[in-house]
């Protein structure tokens, strides 16, 4: 269980981390390492060089403003956590990194890090997509940004050049009258989820407006899907609501089963995880309404 | 094939360090074989079952999940460092003792680390707080009951609250 040898690059610019990228096409980013090197180890990837972003500056900001939450690559998961200000200007980013992993994994793996990595089984690219986000990334061509929507391909596929490094992701700001869950099923609390939901629900007036829910581990991607027809034509959430919200989620999604839990059992999580998720969502802004 | 060597500096429980090691050293390869400290155990080697835990400037990291040259220029406390500077155990491993909070030791020593840096960013656990403390590290002897108890036991012993048994 050791990594083949690999050659190693520990650049302190930007530029140059991409040119050494560029300059060898089985090249990859090693940023906290906590997805990659137990792929090293099991030798399920054996690039032949690695660029270790962990010397470059500047990129471990969590920055707030009115419109959102700015998340530099090097900022761990902890510090995204532990950030007031991020988890009052977008208190979903908190709610789901809660459920990352362990506190020790979080202490060393990056936020970037688990977006660019595109696991369908993991809390951060759902929630980026439920919010519309996007990431930056620089490459031999430039910069551009990347939406959450284009950034996802398949299992552990995103969108990125080989020669290309994402530096920033942006999570937008909780809008008003809106609010957000997150609920999820796991064998032990920080393992890799069963399913998870993310969710959120816009009011307007006392009627839900709009209501859309993003579904971790049952799909090949992060998948979120609109539940508005569900719930629009009820002013407060019954159980038949929520329950037709289930099944309209659960005729986009593909639960697999697989040796934690059976396609039944997975379909289940979908169901009562959704109406859970969006009875919380609803109450979060419920509450918010209340006291702006 | 001859691979490169890096040249890596730690301070290991406050003695410094510079070794020349592969780049795919893991941290808790070039504790173990090259600075010959072998408290820190190897069990998954994936990062699942937490007995490689080390404070890294302060910070519990898997050491596994980890490679040397990456670290290099940081601090690192191990289990060896854990203990007071007189030999005697520190306070999480004499819990430890007084709780019966292990039993074949293996993963003994990510448990320590773990706890201490724990009770370090909370002092006074609750009894839920205390077994979320561990959740990231897997024991295969103790059943955890007492190892939760060791935490209860070590953050009284840190507060000076404890009775000596
Ligand atoms: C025991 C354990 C349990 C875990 N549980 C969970 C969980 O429940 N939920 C969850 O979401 N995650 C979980 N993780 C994974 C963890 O969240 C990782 O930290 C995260 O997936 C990857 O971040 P990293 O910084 O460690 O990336 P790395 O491991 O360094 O890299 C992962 C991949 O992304 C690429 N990459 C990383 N950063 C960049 C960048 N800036 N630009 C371009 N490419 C980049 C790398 O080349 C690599 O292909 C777990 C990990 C472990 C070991
Ligand atoms: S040996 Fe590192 S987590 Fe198991
Ligand atoms: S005491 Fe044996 S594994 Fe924990």
Known sequence: MKPAPFAYARPTDLASAVEALAGNADAKVLAGG????????????APAMLVDINRLPDLDHVTSDASGVRVGALARHAAVLADDEARRIQPLLALALANVAHATIRNRGTTVGSLVHADAAAEM???????????????????????????????????????????????PALAAHTGVAFREVARRHGD?????????VRLEGPRIAEARAGYLS??????????????????????????????????????????????????????ALTARTLRAAYDDAGRRREQP | MTEELHEVHLVVNGVPHDVAVPARRLLSDALRHDLGLTGTHVGCEHGVCGSCTVLLDGAPVRSCLLFAV????????????????????????????????LQC??????????????????????????????????????????IVSAVERAAELIAGTGESV
């Open chain 2, 70 to 101: 990456t670290a290099s220029g940081s601090a690192v406390t191990t289990v060896e460092g854990l203990t007071d500077a007189d030999g005697s155990l520190g306070p999480v491993q004499q819990a430890f003792k007084d709780c019966h909070g």
């Open chain 1, 34 to 45: 906590q997805s990659l090197v137990p792929l090293l180890s099991m030798r399920l990837a």
């Open chain 2, 105 to 146: 030791g293996f993963c003994t020593p990510g448990f320590l680390t773990t706890i201490t840096a724990g009770l370090r960013d909370n002092p006074c656990p609750t009894h839920d707080e205390a077994r979320e403390m561990i959740a990231g590290n897997l024991c295969r002897c103790t059943g955890y009951q007492n």
């Open chain 1, 192 to 200: 890799y989820a069963l399913c998870g939901v993310a969710g959120l």
């Open chain 1, 125 to 171: 690219p759902v929630v980026l997509c439920l919010l519309g986000g996007s990431v930056d990334v620089v490459g031999p061509r430039g910069r551009r940004t990347v939406a959450a929507a284009d950034l996802f391909l398949g299992p552990l596929e995103s969108s990125l050049a080989h020669d290309e490094i994402a530096v920033e992701a942006f999570f």
């Open chain 1, 218 to 271: 049952v799909s090949d991607v992060p998948t979120v899907i609109d539940l508005t027809p569900a719930l629009s034509s009820s002013e407060s959430l019954s159980d038949e609501a929520l329950a037709a919200a289930g099944e309209l989620a659960l005729a986009a999604l593909d639960p697999q089963g697989d040796i934690h839990g059976t396609a039944a059992y997975r379909a289940q999580l979908v169901r």
